[in-house]
């Protein structure tokens, strides 16, 4: 069976999170610090896995045999079932790393799964309420460690309680998820995100590089989708680590060998490589005045975009993050999903 199209999360507001706190209509839960991946288990148990740009994913030894041993009730016994969630790996104290470097010694990998459809083999029903689909899920399997169901909270109470431990313990942030909602593609009212830090994603589109500076690039140009088009964003020349020893981050070398080395560019921007916003005057400088004030910029061709994290301090009237720090490259995430909220 084919995965149905993939519903996204969108930021909100302290304002927002306030209000969701209060409002029985929004499950609440823990939002976690790895990569999402959903597994297609058939009425066999044969496993299949899609990343969230769609890429295949090689499930640990560990992960795998768990999810093979699946236990179903028999009301969906027969059915094909597709698991939503994310792998992570816990340290001894339980916080959430993407890597097991970043776990330590003793890091655990969990798959931590948050929905669940049901199909028949020709396709999944994605018309049931989100409380609904939970519900089965709780209900209906059994799980093995080190898979995991990771809880909902309903009540401004349990919430509340969360929203404190999430605080002293340093968690990344929360989703909130309307009870009601369907499992639709794109973003909508169904979930929205809400971190401590201010964290986004953004393509790179192309690099600046200085003749004085020995670094192999000076910032990565930061471009995002708003209603199809192609609006630049900036651009991160902070957070990169000069050795990559020292933390699990890749070094500036490490990103250009991988991403930028022996690739074309376009010199020049070129009207046709990416569209400018009229209305935002900070998206109105030209090449020229880019390269006076910059140095030099190499465009990358759409095929070479890839994807990053940046976490920021706050963001101009336009939309800019304001001195962005580099946090992770997202090769979990395609360009295309890059996409700017009003």
């Known amino acids: 069976m084919n995965f149905p199209e993939i519903p996204l999360v969108s930021d909100i507001s302290n304002d927002m999170l306030n209000a969701m706190l209060s409002d029985p209509s929004y499950g609440m839960e823990r939002k976690r610090d790895g990569y999402r991946l959903r597994v297609i288990i058939s009425p066999n148990n044969k496993i299949t896995t899609q990343t969230r740009s769609g890429k295949f994913y090689n499930l640990p030894t560990l992960l795998k045999k768990s999810l093979e041993q699946t236990v179903r009730t028999e009301k969906i016994a027969g059915k094909y079932i597709l698991l939503d969630g994310e792998v992570l790996w816990l340290d001894a104290w339980g916080n959430d790393h993407r890597t097991k470097v970043q776990a330590g010694k003793d890091g655990l990998i969990i798959y931590s799964v948050w929905d669940m459809l049901l199909g028949d083999g020709k396709k999944f029903n994605t018309d049931v309420p989100y409380k609904e689909r939970k519900i089965s899920l709780i209900n209906n399997i059994k799980f093995k460690e080190p898979v995991v169901i990771e809880p909902t909270y309903v009540s401004s109470s349990s919430k509340s309680i969360l929203l404190q431990n999430g605080k002293q313990c340093n968690w990344e942030g929360y989703v909130f998820k309307k009870l009601d909602a369907l499992y639709s593609p794109g973003r909508g009212e ?3 995100r809400w ?10 589109i192309g690099y600046t590089k200085s003749d004085k500076d020995k670094n192999p690039f000076r910032a990565l140009v930061l471009a995002a ?7 630049r964003k900036g651009q991160c020349g902070g957070g990169f680590p000069d050795k990559s020893e020292d933390t699990e981050k890749p070094t500036r070398t490490e990103i250009y060998n991988k991403y930028l080395k022996n690739k074309q560019y376009w010199q020049t921007l070129k009207d046709k490589t990416i569209k400018i916003s009229k209305k935002k005057p900070e998206h109105k400088m030209t090449d020229k005045d880019y390269k006076k004030t910059y140095g030099t910029i190499y465009w990358l061709y759409k095929n ?7 976490e920021s301090q706050k963001f101009t009237e336009y939309g800019i993050p304001y001195m962005p720090q580099f946090i992770r490259t997202r090769e979990d995430k395609a360009p295309k999903n890059c996409k700017e909220t009003e």
Do not use: G
Request: charge should be positive; avoid cysteine.
């Open 190 to 192: 169904h979930a929205y």
């Open 195 to 204: 971190k401590y830090k201010v964290t986004k994603d953004y393509i790179v």
């Open 225 to 231: 989708y708003k209603n199809k088009e192609l609006i």
């Open 304 to 310: 070479d975009w890839f994807v990053i994290e940046v």
